[in-house]
């Protein structure tokens, strides 16, 4: 065999041991960083209670998403528009 042609069958074997060896890494790193899944356990929480109460704050808040609109709120406007129950809703603006 002509050296330049077994220098060329060394490289293209060079090629594949490097690639079956870096598969066999990758495999081999995948089965030693599998793990059973944890076993899952129920949660039991406690009961939360909210309590609210409605406060007047005309001229007292800062900003206009500070607020609360309650059904009575929704029940008194007249549903001139179809955006007008929503703008009930403190902060918002609607545009139609």
């Known amino acids: 065999m002509h050296p330049l042609y077994f220098f060329r069958y060394l490289q293209i074997s ?3 041991f490097r690639t ?10 995948g089965l030693l960083c599998s ?5 899952e356990t129920q949660t039991t929480l406690p009961e ?3 309590e609210g109460k409605a406060r007047p704050l005309l001229g007292v808040t800062d900003t ?8 009575e709120d ?13 703008e009930t809703i403190p902060g918002m603006v609607i545009t139609q």
């Not at 793990?35 to 076993?39: K, M, R």
């Not at 206009?64 to 059904?71: L, R, Y």
């Not at 929704?74 to 929503?86: A, D, Q, T």
């Open 74 to 86: 929704f029940l008194s406007r007249p549903l001139l528009r179809r955006g007008e129950i929503l």
């Open 14 to 16: 060079d090629f594949k």
């Open 35 to 39: 793990q059973e899944p944890a076993a």
């Open 48 to 50: 939360v209670v909210v």
């Open 64 to 71: 206009a998403s500070k607020g609360v609109a309650t059904q």
């Open 20 to 29: 079956s060896l870096f598969l066999a890494a990758v495999c081999f790193n």
